[in-house]
């Protein structure tokens, strides 16, 4: 475990079994709830795709950024699987449920702007991360916008907290290594991060 700028780390969380497992469950919830490209609140695609499980998903089209019970086609979110609330159970802190499990699937070229999670209303409620697939540099600067920042890089079965201080640090996702993990056939990273939303 290493921490920086009160970012946890828990390097290897999970091993190899655990992380194909994770897929496998991750494969279910985007049959029911497939991945989506968002529009930005300002028109701009993003070049993650996006899906949710939970009560919530975290959306953006033109409306604005915002949680909703429902995916874009008009369902509601599959529920979050057992092994990633377990994830959450182990490392958050929290006693409360996780509401939202977001997932963010980077192909070739997916980056991640610097940004805030911000649409929460408890901040005293961690944000936990998971990385899977291909290595990402994940960058965390400051609370305030601009500053120097570190970067670290994700690997597969990396999990990371944002609580406390670093909950409302900037974050962000420079550039991913295509290729570099054999656990998606066809590439790709996907981050999984657990919210409590109300
Ligand atoms: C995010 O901050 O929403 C994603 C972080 C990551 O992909 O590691
Ligand atoms: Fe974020």
């Not at 290493?2 to 049959?31: K, M, N, T, Y």
């Not at 950024?65 to 609330?85: F, L």
């Amino acid at each position: 475990m290493i921490e920086r700028r009160g970012f946890v780390i828990h390097q290897e969380f999970l091993d190899r079994a655990a992380q194909e497992s994770l897929v496998e469950d991750l494969r279910g919830v985007l049959a029911q709830a497939p991945l989506v490209r968002p529009i930005t609140p300002r028109g701009r695609p993003m070049s993650v795709r996006m899906s949710a499980a939970g009560t919530y998903g975290w959306i953006t089209d033109h409306k604005g950024y915002r949680y909703s019970e429902t995916h874009p086609d008009g369902q509601p979110w599959p529920p979050i699987p057992d092994a990633v609330r377990a994830i959450w159970d182990a490392v958050s802190g929290s006693d409360r449920e996780p509401e939202c499990c977001l997932i963010n699937w980077y192909g070739e070229g997916a980056r991640m702007g610097l940004h805030q999670d911000r649409d929460e209303a408890d901040f005293g409620q961690p944000v936990v991360s998971v990385s899977l697939g291909d290595e990402g540099l994940f960058r965390m600067g400051n609370v305030e916008r601009g500053g120097k920042t570190e970067s670290v890089w994700l690997k597969s079965g990396d999990v990371v907290v944002m609580g406390g201080e670093a909950r409302l640090r900037h974050h962000g996702v420079d550039r991913i290594r295509f290729g570099s993990s054999t656990l998606l056939p066809d590439g790709g990273r996907i981050n999984l991060t657990l919210r409590v939303v109300t």
